[in-house]
T-cell receptor, first 115, second 111 residues
């Protein structure tokens, strides 16, 4: 009964490169959420997706960031032309999708370091 | 703006010394209040969900309670393995599914 899986667990990029973070939700879950935790700060919501649909991207920076959750395969958070300020832990969470107040279960996170 | 505030920021307890962590929220409405535990280098681990004032949930040495303005996480006779950062998060009455997190309480339990 695997939980939420994220890979890679650690990612190092140089300024200007692209970062791709992957998230596989828990079995039976069809809703995915991405959060970012900057150093010494709390978790901040970025985007909420269902299969093939972005439902709420109000927390995602307008430029360089994009997210998708295709019909097949994991959800992807993509950061283009990374800058040092993108260094953070990125967490994915998933929920079954049956209720608007349901619990979100988190993965182990991807720690992105931009040099 | 919806806000979730946790106190204290850090707490050091002796093993067996019971205490409570506070989570207060200032929102127009709350659909759910969630408690998570986060160990260094790991993702938040779900503990409890509370939906209405007066509700209580219990698990081993932890008990979560909810009032109309705040939630408490009571830790009874803690052990060193309870050391972690405890996060609370609110699901606000806006129809959105984005959790609003507090900044956490770092708990250290010394043997």
């Amino acid at each position: 009964n695997a939980g939420v899986m994220q890979n890679p667990r650690h990612l190092v990029r140089r300024r200007g490169q692209e970062a791709r973070l992957r998230c596989s939700p828990m079995k039976g879950h069809s809703h995915v959420y991405w959060y970012r935790q900057l150093p010494e700060e709390g978790l901040k919501f970025m985007v909420y997706l269902q299969k093939e649909n972005i439902i709420d991207e109000s927390g995602m920076p307008k430029e360089r960031f994009s997210a998708e959750f295709p019909k097949e395969g994991p959800s992807i958070l993509r950061i283009q032309q990374v800058v040092r300020g993108d260094s953070a832990a990125y967490f994915c969470a998933s929920s079954p999708g049956g209720g608007v107040s349901e619990t979100q279960y988190f993965g182990p996170g991807t720690r992105l370091l931009v040099l | 703006e919806d806000q979730v505030t946790q106190s204290p920021e850090a707490l050091r307890l002796q093993e067996g010394e019971s205490s409570s962590l506070n989570c207060s929220y200032t929102v127009s409405g709350l659909r759910g209040l969630f408690w998570y535990r986060q160990d260094p280098g790991k993702g938040p681990e779900f503990l409890f969900t509370l939906y209405s004032a007066g509700e209580e949930k219990e698990k081993e040495r932890l008990k979560a309670t909810l009032t109309k303005k705040e939630s408490f996480l009571h830790i009874t006779a803690p052990k060193p393995e309870d050391s972690a950062t405890y996060l609370c998060a609110g699901l606000m009455d806006t129809g959105r599914r984005a959790l609003t997190f507090g900044s956490g309480t770092r708990l250290q339990v010394q043997p």
